[in-house]
């Protein structure tokens, strides 16, 4: 297994461009989730989703928009970049059951410059 | 709002000695704590984890602890090599009540250096 991987590993965008940063899993996950990582701090959750077709709002999802058409893929989208997006992104992915959530398994992540 | 945090930003151990990465955790609902390894420009890296109804669990080299009287969550590494070099960062799962997955809350992460 490929595990999680995530396209593309570095971007630089002006102010205002639009972006998807690529996500896919081929474990069967069925919850996935982005987070982002500004320098020196932990990871901050923007949104999840518990399965194709359901997404949910995390920490801090202002300026994101995320779709689940299928089980593998979870793409982030950015309509119109901002420095403050400046950042780390990190997908994520899991196998949640009756019994609760299993460990979560991140990506290489994608590196984003917003000038 | 709930938190999880680190003590200590850098930690740095002899080569071969043991290290110990505490934190401490704010929301007593949490019930899975996961201990994650970042090494630079890569992603977390599972270490090892534990749920709430346990007090200790061991893996390869590593032993997580639990306190839930005083929210306190400690890493330990035992016998450091060079390659434990890496940022360390605890976590904290809340599932809802209702169910689904709210993510993780990481803390600021320990940068454990270890010397020659």
Known sequence: NAGVTQTPKFRILKIGQSMTLQCTQDMNHNYMYWYRQDPGMGLKLIYYSVGAGITDKGEVPNGYNVSRSTTEDFPLRLELAAPSQTSVYFCASSYSSAGGQETQYFGPGTRLLVL | ?116
């Open chain 2, 1 to 116: 709002g709930e938190s999880v945090g680190l003590h200590l930003p850098t930690l740095s151990v002899q080569e071969g000695d043991n290290s110990i990465i505490n934190c401490a955790y704010s929301n007593s609902a949490s019930d899975y704590f996961i201990w994650y390894k970042q090494e630079s420009g890569k992603g977390p890296q599972f270490i090892i984890d534990i749920r709430s109804n346990m007090d200790k669990r061991q893996g390869q080299r590593v032993t997580v602890l639990l306190n839930k009287t005083v929210k306190h969550l400690s890493l330990q590494i035992a016998a450091t090599q060079p390659g434990d070099s890496a940022v360390y960062f605890c976590a904290e799962n809340r599932v809802p009540s209702g169910g689904g997955a709210d993510g993780l809350t990481f803390g600021k992460g320990t940068h454990l250096i270890i010397q020659p």
